[in-house]
């Protein structure tokens, strides 16, 4: 899909559609002025028949008005004009981009210049491109007869040339995050038995040629060397090879300290010995979406040159019931030395994530973020539209907690008290894997802690915000733009 800036009056915009919004209570923006005043009153006459009021996400489309170049115009609801916001206006882009008729290819539209109290022609514009991008997005499902692309292949967006530079940036940055989120996405609806450890291997490798990346992928015997028992014990009952991926975009200043994102990425968990039951089973294919969120955030950071030094590092192997495979009671000796007894074969996103905090500490880095399915316990306490955060730096989480709101991607800050920490121990070893029911993403987050004393960190579970299930099934790309937006916000201050 190909996108523009432009400065045009509304009526002299060719396209096969354009977009212009109408407040609830048949209130024109001024584009639709523009429209109507060009059209004879076409607009007003329509909206004085009752067939559109203006209703968030209601639309209506136009056909051949005279005086308008364009072939169609779409009325789009934007609500009450008093309560008009970003999130309005992103409801109303995907609306309207649900309700072109399929004849469309090309599209304009004149929506970004709506007053937004706390939002700028650069957010908005960004807004409707990543908008756009999720809307439009298909899973490149494997049926035997291919689904057809999206017919839209050009948008305009008009924006006053006092304006131009700003949408521009807009749009730069709505595009790389979409392209990230579209990654992610692909990466996480792909079945299992493609998407393995191997191949997000690969996809790094291929990232790293596109975007200048150092990059290395290492083996089961490059792992076993660097003393990963905690995610070799996982890796152990499956016949894929595990990996353990490091990326590293460094447009930073040089000796600038890193921002470490840290991926889970379990690319298939049955839940081990401790099997999980079948129901539903296949989402757990999605089990990798953290390190998709972190190879997604890379393709952004590298589709923007980013001037930050951001490193990736993501563990990857399947949690299989093999006769090989780790048991309940056994215990497994992490890289830092750390015992854990195995109460639970299912909690194995801490095992292999664990490791990777402490492969984290040799970048000394300003900060680490990792990013996980990582308990249902998450979706239990928040549902499906936060993430939930955890942080032992308060500073860093209402960073992230800030980027989570600019981008529209949100998470939700819960405890990392000392008190649930009790709940993890063990008679065997030095710590167990669970600590029981009450809690559950907290103790999770809480094991997590243990390993990542060494900086600043937080912790996001993605458990309910990076697949939707039902009808839609699907990756989310989630939590791509909360990602890109802080990175984004460490580069500006760093300048
Ligand atoms: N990948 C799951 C978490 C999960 C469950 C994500 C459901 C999304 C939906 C994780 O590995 C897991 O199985 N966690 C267990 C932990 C428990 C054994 C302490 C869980 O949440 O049940
Ligand atoms: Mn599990
Ligand atoms: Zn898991």
């Not at 400065?7 to 977009?19: S, V």
């Not at 028949?49 to 968030?56: A, N, Q, T």
């Not at 990392?416 to 669970?434: G, P």
Request: net charge neutral; proline share 3%.
């Amino acid at each position: 899909m190909e996108f523009s800036i432009k400065n045009t009056n509304p009526e002299k915009l060719a396209a096969d559609c354009i977009i212009v919004g109408v407040f609830e209570g048949s209130k024109l923006t001024d584009a639709a002025k523009m429209l109507d005043a060009a059209s004879n009153k076409a607009i007003v006459n329509v909206l004085k028949s009752g067939d559109m009021e203006g209703k968030l996400g209601a639309s209506l489309v136009l056909h051949g008005l005279a005086g308008i170049a364009a072939a169609r115009v779409m009325l789009i609801g934007l609500g009450k004009q008093a309560e008009f916001s970003e999130k309005n206006y992103r409801q109303a882009v995907r609306a309207a981009v649900k309700a072109l008729p399929k004849g469309v290819t090309t599209a304009g539209f004149l929506i970004n210049e709506i007053t937004i109290e706390q939002s700028d022609t650069q957010s908005k514009v960004a807004q409707l491109a990543e908008v756009v991008l999720d809307t439009t997005y298909q899973i490149n499902a494997i049926k035997q007869k291919k689904a057809q692309p999206t017919s839209l292949v050009k948008i305009t967006i008009v924006a006053d040339k006092t304006e131009h530079a700003a949408a521009e940036a807009g749009l730069k940055h709505g595009l790389a995050i979409g392209a990230g989120v579209n990654l992610a996405k692909d990466l996480g609806n792909l079945p299992p038995n493609i998407c393995t450890p191997t191949y997000l291997g690969k996809q790094a490798k291929e990232l790293a040629k596109t975007y200048d990346f150092k990059v290395e992928v290492l083996d089961r015997k490059e792992i076993e060397k660097l003393g990963m028992g905690s995610f070799l014990g996982v890796a152990q009952g499956s016949v894929e090879p595990p990996r353990f991926i490091v990326l590293q975009h460094l447009k930073g200043k040089k000796g600038e300290k890193p921002i470490v994102l840290v991926g889970k990425g379990i690319t298939f968990d049955t839940g081990g010995i401790s099997l999980k039951p079948g129901g539903d089973m296949d989402e757990m294919k999605y089990d990798m979406c953290g390190a998709a969120s972190v190879l997604g955030t890379f393709k952004a950071i590298g589709e923007l040159d980013l001037a930050i030094n951001v490193v990736g590092l993501i563990a990857t192997c399947e949690n299989m019931p093999d006769a090989g495979a780790i048991k309940p009671g056994d215990i497994l000796t992490s890289m830092s030395g750390l015992t854990i007894e195995v109460l639970n074969t299912d909690a194995e996103g801490r095992l292999i994530l664990c490791d990777a905090l402490t492969y984290a500490e040799r970048f000394e880095p300003s900060a680490v973020v990792d990013i996980a399915t990582l308990t249902g316990a998450c979706v239990i306490a928040l549902g499906h539209h936060p993430s939930g955060l955890f942080s032992n730096k308060d500073a860093l989480a209402h960073e992230l907690l800030a980027a989570g709101e600019a981008a529209h991607d949100r998470a939700w800050h819960l405890p990392l008290w000392e008190e649930f920490q009790t709940q993890l121990d063990s008679n065997f070893a030095d710590m167990a894997n669970i600590g029981g029911r009450a809690g559950g993403s907290i103790t999770a987050a809480c094991f997590l802690s243990r390993f990542a004393k060494k900086y600043d960190w937080a912790h996001l579970d993605i458990a309910g915000t990076a697949w939707k299930s039902g009808k839609e099934k699907g990756g989310t790309g989630r939590p791509v733009p909360l990602l890109t937006t802080f990175l984004v916000n460490r580069a500006a201050k760093a300048k």
